[in-house]
């Protein structure tokens, strides 16, 4: 039996300090009309089903249980999550998921831009395709894109791997195409199957970092000439 | 050779520090990334000086009679607002920047006069957070190390947009000090040249800012205040912005401000001084009926309790500092002047906190130098500094007949130059005359 917590009768800061008291059980949150910064904050196993659309910050800084969004989501859904599981049934708008730590967020329609930014670790699916600047310096994670990626995916990425099925608009710097070897195939299976959904690991290319960004170059002709055969200095 | 130098003239354009940087770029092909702040001449609190008492008004004993010295963020605004004793904090320096023991010696320090202390880019190390009775929270752009449970157990939250010694540019730490447990906590690859975020990853403008700060209150329970950083760029405007998202506190820093590591030319050309931006502010927190309610925090070039007393005239709050703290626990100690000149320095003149081979210790990740930094010695060390600050801004006060340091106001200054009286908004001492305001 899940608590039904109606945002027409009840301000935010209710909702989410009940969510935050809670030890467990199951949540539905009505009405929430793109309300903002809904179901941020989760420490313990709940399980709260949002019945319609979200504006920012939905399951921010998400750390353990369920948040699933009926319906589509607005900027930053689950930004820095760290644990647990966040899923939207539309689309997310920006930023989704952008610096997650770790969990699983699932997006069954598109991601707009700059999807997975700075992600630390996280795990994210689209179902749809997602904007332009996806992965933007990710560090670390896996993003899993059914659909097609914007213009400059992964640019100046780290050590993130990401994964498309369609088309990449154009690559961002340092970003370059790898070999799909059976470990990533393991993965993007292992990840579909997490999200509920259903493709097949060999149509997916994946993408990651050329490392070449990673320190300043520094000429020294100094020390090359006092070095040199004959060098004098 | 002796050589009679008298008849030459060393070039004010290409003067020998002008030609070196010029030599080095052409060495290396690389910008000069840099710690500490900006070096070159600038409009500063010291072209301010008090007035004192006199005919028309009436000292404090300077011995005896109460001078208030404590600060209150966030009252009425936040569950557990922060209560300074003294209104001098310590800026946010990262660990990773900074060793251990200095962010240990910080909290020591800091925390026995009863001030706060703050984290930086790089998360919150058990070290601060055990040894800092007040800890705030830095929200950064690159996000390293940002952990809710963290967030949770912080005295206050501070948005960091941006920092005088870089307004709109990122962190910076390079690759000889990110060891194993900086990469761990910042999730990157050991030894990389790190570069972080300069914008935050997901929001944009004023609009965007006060739905961030409804996000963090709701996930700490409205428990504590939250700040918001700024480099001084636009000051007044900035100001009202992040009043208008909904900030407690709002922190100034100018283009003094000190840096672990960034380009030079950022350093000596971005950003305006403290000395003018805590008048615009101070501004747009009068203007939107919020002065001393909303408190300005101004960093940047703080050096002494004439500073801090300055900064509270011209109508800050709080100041933070930064290089004086680390000065205090031991940076620039003559007694490492060997050791500064082995690296192509002097004791006086160190400024590569870039580089992680600082021989006191402070600025580096290498185990044997920091472990040369006492942290009890190092936080006696700040407490006394602070101590003298709070004496000698009370001094100052008391002069001008305060009971609280914070009734100081700009009625007790006049400036020494036209320029701090222009961005003072103080008469030119010895006339009446405020640049820009009357005749
Ligand atoms: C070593 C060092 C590290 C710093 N790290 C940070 C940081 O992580 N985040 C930040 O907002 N500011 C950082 N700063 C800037 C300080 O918070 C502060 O704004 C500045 O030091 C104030 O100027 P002052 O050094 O002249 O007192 C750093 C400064 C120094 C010297």
Redesign the interface.
């Known amino acids: 039996m899940s608590t039904a917590i109606d945002l027409v009768e009840v301000p935010l800061r209710q909702l989410n300090q009940v969510l935050h008291d809670a030890e467990s059980g199951g949540f539905d949150v009505l009405n929430p009309r793109g309300a903002h910064a809904v179901a941020c904050g989760i420490t313990t196993d709940v399980t709260v089903e949002v019945a319609g659309s979200v504006g920012y910050y939905c399951a921010g800084m998400h750390q353990v249980g369920t948040v699933v969004v009926n319906g589509n989501s607005g900027p930053g859904l689950a930004e820095n999550i760290m644990s647990g599981t966040v899923r939207t049934t539309g689309n997310a708008s920006m930023s989704a998921a952008a610096t997650g730590c770790g969990g699983l967020v699932v997006i069954e329609g598109d991601a707009g831009a700059r999807c997975g930014i700075s992600m630390k670790g996280v795990d994210i699916v689209v179902g749809g395709s997602i904007g332009h600047m996806g992965a933007f310096m990710a560090q670390a994670g896996n993003l899993v894109v059914l659909g097609d990626a914007g213009a400059d995916l992964g640019d100046s990425i780290y050590e993130a791997v990401l994964y498309a099925r369609g088309e990449v608009e154009s690559l961002g710097t340092d970003c370059v195409e790898k070999e799909m070897r059976p470990e990533h195939l393991a993965a993007v299976e292992h990840l579909l199957e997490a999200a509920d959904m259903a493709a097949s690991p060999s149509d997916f290319r994946r993408y990651g970092s050329a490392r070449q960004m990673y320190s300043f170059h520094v000429d020294d002709i100094d020390a090359e000439l006092a070095e040199g055969p004959g060098g004098t200095r | 050779m002796t050589s009679d130098t008298w008849h030459q003239r060393e070039s004010y354009s290409f003067d020998r520090n002008t030609i070196a940087e010029i030599r080095r770029a052409?060495?290396?092909?690389?910008y000069r990334i840099r710690g500490w702040g900006a070096k070159r001449v600038l409009p500063t609190l010291d072209d301010l000086v008090f007035l004192g008492a006199s005919m028309s008004r009436y000292p404090l004993e300077g011995y005896r009679e109460a001078c208030g010295t404590d600060v209150i963020i966030g009252e009425g605004r936040a569950e557990r607002p922060v209560h300074l004793d003294i209104p001098v904090t310590i800026a946010g320096m990262s660990f990773g920047s900074l060793s251990a023991q200095a962010k240990e010696a910080l909290g020591r320090g800091a925390s026995s006069v009863g001030t706060s202390t703050t984290t930086g880019d790089g998360g919150m190390t058990e070290e601060e957070r055990g040894h800092s009775t007040k800890l705030v929270y830095q929200y950064l752009p690159?996000?390293y190390g940002?952990?809710?449970?963290d967030?949770r157990r912080a005295d206050a939250i501070e948005v960091v947009v941006g920092q005088g010694a870089k307004p709109g540019g990122g962190g910076m730490l390079?690759?000889q000090k990110i060891t194993e447990r900086v990469a761990e906590m910042?999730?990157?690859?050991e030894g990389?040249?790190q570069r972080s975020?300069c914008r935050h990853?997901?929001?944009t403008g004023p609009d965007?800012l006060a739905?961030?700060i409804?996000?963090l209150r709701?996930?700490?329970?409205?428990r504590v205040p939250v700040y918001v950083k700024l480099g001084a760029a636009r000051p007044y405007y900035d100001t009202a912005l992040a009043v208008k998202a909904g900030a407690d506190a709002v922190v100034v820093d100018g283009m003094q401000g000190g840096t672990a590591a960034t380009q030079d030319v950022f350093i000596e050309h971005v950003g305006i001084p403290t000395l003018a931006a805590i008048p615009e502010a101070v501004r747009a927190l009068r203007e939107l009926g919020v002065h001393r309610d909303v408190k300005l925090i101004a960093a940047g070039g703080i050096r002494s309790g004439a500073d801090v007393a300055k900064a509270l005239a011209l109508g800050a709050d709080v100041v933070s500092i930064g290089t004086a703290a680390l000065i205090a626990i031991g940076d620039n100690d003559p007694a490492y002047d060997d050791e500064y000149r082995a690296l192509g320095s002097a004791a006086g003149f160190w400024e590569d906190y870039q580089d992680g081979t600082d021989p006191a210790g402070i600025t580096t990740q290498d185990p044997e130098l920091s472990s040369r930094l006492d942290p009890v010695i190092g936080g006696r060390r700040l407490a006394n500094y602070l101590q003298v600050l709070t004496l000698e801004a009370q001094t100052l006060a008391r002069a001008c007949g305060k009971s609280h340091v914070l009734n100081l106001e700009p009625e007790d200054l006049a400036a020494l130059t036209v320029e701090a009286a222009a961005m003072a908004g103080v008469p030119l001492a010895g006339t009446g005359w405020t640049p820009g305001t009357s005749g």
Do not use: F, H, Q, Y
Not at chain 2, 186 to 189: A, D, K
Not at chain 2, 218 to 222: R, S, T, Y
């Open positions: 052409a060495n290396t092909g690389i690159s996000r940002m952990n809710p449970d967030l390079l690759g910042r999730t990157l690859p990389i040249d975020a990853p997901d929001w965007d739905i961030k409804v996000e709701e996930i700490v329970d409205w």
